[in-house]
């Protein structure tokens, strides 16, 4: 079945340190991957569609320049934390569908992201 | 605008009890309907889906799910529970009026006791 890597799965870091999370599709091509960040007690909240060679598509509220996306290729989507701070703390999950309509999403396993 | 309600935010039952895990949506046209069960520190997988067709659904690990476009629900369900499906389940919907944005519900936690 479809695969979604996610790397690294924990990340711990001082105060203002960048950080980029890999997002890979293995056995699939994927135009579009999904960013979420899901907050303590299970809400999933989706923050950008990445959407291969082209920029990425933010929800109302999350800040374009604070999570930056790049979809580089068909199999590879990153979301980089910028100048992280504390409250940016929380579990990132990405996903990818090997086609649209009524293919389900395939998920990463998550990163948790720390700051210090 | 598309929503998902879980209105339930624990569930609890005995193992080998049948189990009932609610949702319900508002999409315009038809939906997609998903649902999706994550494990601690992991990502979703998928269980099941409903695009059209037999309004009862059977996905992985003996779970299926009824959809009943009246009442705009998409219920999970499994006849006999196990400790192991103790998990956070999430339903989703995608609108298929062009749209490919899916919208996740706010979880149930399943709790099943020995």
């Known amino acids: 079945g479809a695969v979604v890597s996610q790397h690294p799965s924990r990340v711990i870091c001082k105060s203002g340190t960048s950080v980029k999370i890999e997002c890979r599709s293995l056995?699939?091509?994927?135009?579009?991957m999904f960013w979420y960040r899901q907050f303590p007690k299970k809400s999933l909240m989706l923050m950008a569609t990445?959407?291969?060679?082209?920029?990425?598509?933010?929800e109302q509220g999350v800040e374009k320049d604070k999570f930056l996306i790049n979809h580089a290729s068909l199999t590879l989507s990153t979301l980089t934390v910028t100048s992280a701070h504390p409250e940016d703390s929380s579990f990132y999950i990405c996903?990818?569908?090997?086609?649209?309509?009524?293919?389900?999403?395939?998920f990463g396993d998550g990163t948790r992201l720390s700051i210090l | 605008a598309q929503s998902v309600a879980q209105p339930e935010d624990q569930v609890n039952v005995a193992e080998g009890n049948p189990l009932t895990v609610k949702c319900t949506y508002s999409?315009?046209?038809?939906?997609?309907l998903f649902w999706y069960v994550q494990y601690p520190n992991r990502g979703l997988q998928f269980l099941l889906k409903?695009?059209?067709?037999?309004?009862l659904v059977k996905g992985s690990y003996g779970f299926e799910a009824e959809f009943n476009k009246s009442q705009t629900s998409f219920h999970l369900k499994k006849p006999s529970a196990l400790v192991s499906d103790s998990a956070l389940y999430f339903c989703a919907v995608r609108d298929n009026t062009g749209g490919f944005k899916t919208i996740f519900g706010a979880g149930t936690r399943l709790f099943v006791k020995a």
């Open positions: 996903s990818a569908s090997p086609g649209q309509g009524v293919q389900p999403q395939h």
């Open positions: 056995d699939f091509q994927a135009t579009t």
């Open positions: 999409v315009s046209g038809n939906p997609y």
């Open positions: 990445s959407n291969e060679g082209s920029k990425a598509t933010y």
């Open positions: 409903y695009i059209t067709g037999d309004n």
